[in-house]
């Protein structure tokens, strides 16, 4: 199958009442790991490369590993850019055929993202990509994205940007956050707001920062010399409300991270005498491949490919 864009993918979604996840790449390994996932639920996806992963693999790389597997998959495969914020990146991703772009203005005055979103729109239509903004900011940092405090998304300032801009979904600030460390207390997403802005903005809502850290993977890197106290991520049942009200793209890119390191470390201690790197990153893609499924259930995306 050919790379898709988001439109369709995520439209569908939001009229069924699930989430498109969408997975963050940044190598060989976790591209094998999210494939095997998504054909294993029959299940639709979207994966992602961030401007650090792009600076990591290389640019070329990452487009050419994920066009070949889904050329060589039967689920809808979109690749997307997550967080550009380089207009340069932008352009390159767009000429490098990758299907959605998001671009990320958050960080500027309510007129200048604005402004530089409609910019990106118009790059991005008129070769049939879709475009997801955003409007707020999440806490937390996670590659080369930070912010110290979460700025809430305001409801009649989303429906005024999406009119603005036409871009095709929004990332929206509801309280969660980048990173491991997501919250000092109690974890608790503004579902309310969430549910004034889906009523206000007809366009696919997007949540970020909504790595639920799970206690199991969480346990078993720490049982192998993960020094990960105090990490908390977004609850499972939260998601669960968060996508009921109108949330039908959600990424994951921390819980990778953890599966990718607790697999490794689990395999270097029980298997000390083996040196082969097909076998230590093997052990990562099926613990990484684990995780990606349970998400995909998670949202309600089982069968919908």
Known sequence: MTLVNTSRMLFKAQEGKYAV?????NNLEILQAIIKAAEKQKAPVILQTSEGAIKYAGHENLAMLVKYAARNTKVPVALHLDHGRDLEI???CIALGYT???YDGSHLPFEENIKTTRKVVEWAHKKGITVEAELGTIGGAEDLVSSRNIIYTEPDAAARFVKATKCDSLAIAIGTSHGAYKFSGAAKLDIGRLQVIRELVDVPLVLHGASSVPKWLLDKAKVYGACLDDAEGVPEEQLVRAIRHGICKINTDTDLRLAFDAGIREFLVKE???????????AAT??????????IELFGGKGKA
Request: charged share 25%; glycine share 10%; proline share 3%.
């Open 21 to 25: 996840g969408a997975f963050n790449v």
């Open 100 to 102: 959605s772009i998001m």
């Open 286 to 295: 099926k613990l990484m491949q684990q995780v990606v499924e349970q998400r």
């Open 272 to 282: 000390c005498g083996d040196f082969d790197p097909r076998h230590i990153l093997g």
């Open 90 to 92: 932008v352009k390159k």
